[in-house]
C-alpha cells in the first residue's frame, strides 16, 4: 500500500454490552490501523467523547436511545455528524446502518469521498421477523436497498445469504467480505472444569445461548428446546449470556416453570466469555435472520458445537460443525440431541477446526480490498 487513508466508520445500534457489531468494528478497526491506515470511528452515546484506542480514534456523539430496543442509541443530529465527518475530511466512509445513516452517502458524493455500506443484517428477514408476510416483506425491503445500493459506492455483505437480497434486484456493485474471529483469545483451552461446575453436576448436558435478547434474536427458542429436551429425559440446564428488552420475560418464564435457566446478563469479560464457551456441550443460536453469527463463530473456535436456525445464513458458516434446526423447540431439541450423539472429542475438534477457515486478518485484507480497489474498478460494477 503506497497511501494511508482516513477511513471514517458510522455505526448506529452500538452500546458496551452489545454484540457482534461492536466485536467487528473493534477487529477491522484495529487491523485497518495495523495496516498503515487512520481508522476513525463515529457511534452515539450519551454525552460526546473523543479518545484514542486499539481500534483507532474513537468519536462519540450524542445519540437518543430507540425506545423499546433496550438502550440503542442513534445518531439523529445530521448536522452534528456532518461538521464531525467535515472536520474529519476522510478519504473512505464506511457505514454500517443503511437506513437511518443513509444520507451520507449522498454527503459523501458530494464530496468525492468513495463510500460504502456493510450490511450487518438482512431487511426481508428483520421484517419477516415482526410479522409482515414474505410477499410484503421482500417488496418493502427491495425498495429500501435499492435507496440504499444507489446511495452507496460499494455494498459490502458478510454472507452470500446476506447478499442475495442485493442481487434480487440486481444490484451489481456488491461485494462479499466474510468476518473472523480471534482464534487466539477463543480457544478450546479456555475450557475450564469450574465454570462448568458453577452450572451443571456431572453428566448434565450444559448449554449456552449468547445472544442480545430481542425478538429478532429469537432467544425464547432456547427455554423451548430445554423444555423438550428435558421431557425426553435429558437432564440439561441452560445458561443465557447477554442483555436486552426481553430478559424479564424469559426469567419469568423459567422461574414459573421451573425450568434450570442461568441468566447471566451482558459478559464484559472475553476471558469469562471464551471460558463459558469452552465449557458448554452445545451452543444455540436460534436467531432466524442472523447474517454471520460472530457469537456462534466464537463459540466454534472454543471448541464447542452450534446448533442453529435453518432459515439464517449460519448452517453455511457453521458447516458440519454445528446442526441445522427447524425453527420450533422440538428442532432445536433435535439439533442438540444429534450434536451430544457425537463423540465428545470429535464434535469439539470439529468446531475448533470450522473456525480456523475465519481468522480475522482475510477479513480485514477483504474490506481493505474494497477501500483501495481502482476507483474504477467500483465505477465500472455500478453501471
Given at each position: 500500500?503506497?497511501?494511508?487513508?482516513?477511513?471514517?466508520?458510522?455505526?448506529?445500534?452500538?452500546?458496551?454490552?452489545?454484540?457482534?457489531?461492536?466485536?467487528?468494528?473493534?477487529?477491522?478497526?484495529?487491523?485497518?490501523?495495523?495496516?498503515?491506515?487512520?481508522?476513525?470511528?463515529?457511534?452515539?452515546?450519551?454525552?460526546?467523547?473523543?479518545?484514542?484506542?486499539?481500534?483507532?480514534?474513537?468519536?462519540?456523539?450524542?445519540?437518543?436511545?430507540?425506545?423499546?430496543?433496550?438502550?440503542?442509541?442513534?445518531?439523529?443530529?445530521?448536522?452534528?455528524?456532518?461538521?464531525?465527518?467535515?472536520?474529519l475530511?476522510?478519504?473512505?466512509?464506511?457505514?454500517?446502518?443503511?437506513?437511518?445513516?443513509?444520507?451520507?452517502?449522498?454527503?459523501?458524493?458530494?464530496?468525492?469521498?468513495?463510500?460504502?455500506?456493510?450490511?450487518?443484517?438482512?431487511?426481508?428477514?428483520?421484517?419477516?421477523?415482526h410479522?409482515?408476510?414474505?410477499?410484503?416483506?421482500?417488496?418493502?425491503?427491495?425498495?429500501?436497498?435499492?435507496?440504499?445500493?444507489?446511495?452507496?459506492d460499494?455494498?459490502?455483505?458478510?454472507?452470500?445469504?446476506?447478499?442475495?437480497?442485493?442481487?434480487?434486484?440486481?444490484?451489481?456493485?456488491?461485494?462479499?467480505?466474510?468476518?473472523?474471529?480471534?482464534?487466539?483469545?477463543l480457544?478450546?483451552?479456555?475450557?475450564?472444569?469450574?465454570?462448568?461446575?458453577?452450572?451443571?453436576?456431572?453428566?448434565?448436558?450444559?448449554?449456552?445461548?449468547?445472544?442480545?435478547l430481542?425478538?429478532?434474536?429469537?432467544?425464547?427458542?432456547?427455554?423451548?428446546?430445554?423444555?423438550?429436551?428435558r421431557?425426553?429425559?435429558?437432564?440439561?440446564?441452560?445458561?443465557?449470556?447477554?442483555?436486552?428488552?426481553?430478559?424479564?420475560?424469559?426469567?419469568?418464564?423459567?422461574?414459573?416453570?421451573?425450568?434450570?435457566?442461568?441468566?447471566?446478563?451482558?459478559?464484559?469479560g472475553?476471558?469469562?466469555?471464551?471460558?463459558?464457551?469452552?465449557?458448554?456441550?452445545?451452543?444455540?443460536?436460534?436467531?432466524?435472520?442472523?447474517?454471520?453469527?460472530?457469537?456462534?463463530?466464537?463459540?466454534?473456535?472454543?471448541?464447542?458445537?452450534?446448533?442453529?436456525?435453518?432459515?439464517?445464513?449460519?448452517?453455511?458458516?457453521?458447516?458440519?460443525?454445528?446442526?441445522?434446526?427447524?425453527?420450533?423447540?422440538?428442532?432445536?431439541?433435535?439439533?442438540?440431541?444429534?450434536?451430544?450423539?457425537?463423540?465428545?472429542?470429535?464434535?469439539?475438534?470439529?468446531?475448533?477446526?470450522?473456525?480456523?477457515?475465519?481468522?480475522?486478518?482475510?477479513?480485514?485484507?477483504?474490506?481493505?480490498?474494497v477501500?483501495?480497489?481502482?476507483?474504477?474498478?467500483?465505477?465500472?460494477?455500478?453501471?
Open positions: 500500500m503506497s497511501t494511508a487513508l482516513r477511513i471514517v466508520r458510522l455505526a448506529n445500534f452500538v452500546t458496551p454490552v452489545s454484540g457482534g457489531l461492536r466485536t467487528a468494528l473493534r477487529h477491522l478497526g484495529a487491523g485497518y490501523l495495523a495496516a498503515g491506515h487512520d481508522p476513525v470511528l463515529i457511534v452515539p452515546g450519551p454525552a460526546h467523547r473523543d479518545e484514542r484506542t486499539d481500534q483507532g480514534r474513537v468519536i462519540t456523539l450524542p445519540g437518543r436511545v430507540l425506545p423499546g430496543s433496550g438502550g440503542y442509541r442513534v445518531l439523529t443530529d445530521r448536522r452534528a455528524v456532518a461538521r464531525t465527518l467535515t472536520a475530511a476522510p478519504d473512505r466512509l464506511e457505514v454500517s446502518d443503511r437506513t437511518t445513516l443513509r444520507w451520507t452517502g449522498d454527503w459523501a458524493r458530494r464530496r468525492g469521498v468513495r463510500a460504502a455500506m456493510v450490511s450487518h443484517e438482512n431487511a426481508t428477514g428483520l421484517l419477516r421477523a410479522g409482515l408476510p414474505q410477499g410484503a416483506a421482500e417488496l418493502v425491503a427491495d425498495r429500501l436497498n435499492s435507496r440504499t445500493a444507489r446511495a452507496y460499494a455494498v459490502i455483505c458478510t454472507t452470500a445469504w446476506a447478499a442475495a437480497e442485493f442481487r434480487r434486484i440486481g444490484v451489481r456493485h456488491l461485494l462479499e467480505a466474510p468476518l473472523g474471529v480471534d482464534l487466539d483469545l480457544h478450546p483451552a479456555r475450557r475450564d472444569p469450574a465454570v462448568r461446575a458453577r452450572y451443571a453436576a456431572p453428566g448434565q448436558p450444559l448449554l449456552v445461548l449468547c445472544s442480545r430481542s425478538s429478532e434474536k429469537r432467544p425464547e427458542r432456547a427455554l423451548d428446546a430445554l423444555v423438550e429436551l421431557r425426553r429425559g435429558r437432564d440439561a440446564v441452560l445458561v443465557v449470556a447477554g442483555a436486552g428488552p426481553l430478559r424479564e420475560r424469559l426469567e419469568g418464564r423459567a422461574r414459573r416453570t421451573g425450568l434450570p435457566v442461568h441468566f447471566l446478563g451482558h459478559v464484559a472475553r476471558d469469562a466469555l471464551a471460558a463459558l464457551l469452552a465449557s458448554a456441550d452445545v451452543v444455540l443460536a436460534p436467531g432466524p435472520v442472523e447474517t454471520f453469527g460472530l457469537a456462534a463463530l466464537e463459540a466454534l473456535a472454543c471448541g464447542t458445537p452450534v446448533a442453529v436456525n435453518r432459515s439464517s445464513a449460519l448452517p453455511v458458516v457453521v458447516g458440519p460443525a454445528g446442526a441445522v434446526a427447524e425453527d420450533t423447540g422440538t428442532g432445536f431439541a433435535d439439533a442438540v440431541a444429534a450434536l451430544l450423539a457425537r463423540p465428545e472429542p470429535v464434535r469439539r475438534a470439529g468446531a475448533r477446526a470450522r473456525a480456523e477457515a475465519y481468522g480475522w486478518p482475510p477479513a480485514v485484507a477483504a474490506f481493505l480490498a477501500h483501495e480497489a481502482d476507483p474504477a474498478e467500483l465505477a465500472g460494477r455500478r453501471r
